[in-house]
């Protein structure tokens, strides 16, 4: 949800933001493509409670899925809140929707997605480079949602360049 929050940011605070990083993330909170809808997960957390969802959906952050080096903390990240919360999450990501307020983002904004990402498919990220005018989008090759996560060199220096310029 972060990339949900910074783009709330945005339109709350643009004159203080001097750029914008967007990755791993859409316009909207129900995800058209996401690997199952919000109410599917809603639906799973209910019958099989926050440990089995926790691990269902962190490995789908992964091309490794489990077997990924950090998806032991993902997991146990979803597994530390609670089913309300989590229950309340999912709520507010399905009734998010960030579209119109794309046109406004004037900040310097830098968009970096993974090619398989289950979660945003590219159709997500390219409405956002398509309605941010001032974007720029870097596609990393071989990663899923948690790019920052699998490829962190190739993640940190597309950063790092982009917080360097003027």
């Known amino acids: 949800m972060g ?7 945005s339109r709350l605070a643009e004159d203080q ?6 990755y791993s993330t859409g316009p909207r909170g129900d995800i058209p493509g996401r690997f199952e809808t919000i109410d599917q997960s809603r639906e799973k957390l209910k019958i099989n409670g926050l440990k089995d969802t926790a691990h269902r959906i962190a490995k789908t952050w992964f091309i490794e899925e489990e077997k990924a080096k950090y998806f032991y903390l993902c997991e146990e990240a979803g597994k530390q809140t609670t089913i309300e919360a989590t229950e309340n999450g999912l709520v507010a990501m399905k009734n998010w ?3 119109k ?4 983002i004037k900040n310097e904004t830098l968009i970096i997605w993974g090619d398989q990402d289950k979660v945003y498919n590219f159709n997500q990220v390219e409405t956002l480079k398509e309605n941010i005018t001032n974007s720029d989008l870097k596609i990393i090759k071989g990663c899923s949602h948690n790019v920052h996560l699998e490829k962190p060199d190739e993640f ?3 950063v790092n360049e982009f917080l360097k310029k003027d």
């Open 101 to 104: 307020n794309l046109v406004n």
């Open 156 to 158: 940190n220096k597309i």
């Open 97 to 99: 929707d960030g579209v």
């Open 3 to 9: 990339g949900m929050i910074v783009q709330e940011i």
């Open 17 to 22: 933001i001097v750029k914008l990083i967007c």
